[in-house]
């Protein structure tokens, strides 16, 4: 039985949101599946990605093949290099904890990435914003200065003309 790990699509339409699953070749896209081995959300910045590298690893080391966009998340989330990892301490190149050593580090430095890009858009967002609201400090303030001599025009005027009934 050919085994593929893909994406089953789940959502709304226009809000995707997948399932990362082992599946029969054979079967549908959204179809029956093997196992549930994570998410994935599309829709945030960066994306949300939720997967059992575990079992990941389990069904690549069974043969599962990738589809080219699971094979890219498995491979942001280091299911892939985990892969590589345990075929190097299968052969005796590195021991499982050697294995397990360079993982953790790949994962912690994958994190700082991820969290300095958050932290980029967040604070682009931030600078758009506070951009956005001296643009509109400087239309406002541009507004009341013109309307101020309309206004002392009109007070003169009442003035004129309550000075013109006494």
Request: hydrophobic share 40%; proline share 4%.
């Amino acid at each position: 039985m050919p085994v593929k790990i893909r994406l089953q699509r789940h959502g709304r339409k226009g809000k995707p949101f997948y399932w990362i699953v082992a599946a029969d070749s054979r079967s549908k896209r959204d179809g029956r599946y093997l196992e549930k081995i994570g998410t994935y959300n599309p829709n945030t910045n960066p994306a949300h990605i939720d997967l059992n590298v575990d079992d990941a690893v389990k069904w690549l080391e069974n043969g599962a093949q990738p589809t080219d966009t699971a094979r890219a998340i498995l491979s942001y989330k280091g299911a892939l290099l985990k892969k590589h990892l345990n075929g190097g301490v299968k052969k005796g190149a590195l021991t499982e904890e050697q294995a397990e050593a360079k993982f953790n580090a790949w994962i912690e430095e994958k994190a700082a990435k991820v969290q300095a890009k958050a932290e980029g858009i967040s604070k682009a967002a931030a600078d758009a914003k506070a951009k956005a609201l001296e643009a509109e400090k400087a239309v406002n303030e541009a507004r009341i200065t013109a309307a101020a001599p309309v206004v002392e025009e009109e007070v003169a005027e009442e003035t004129e003309a309550s000075n013109e009934e006494e």
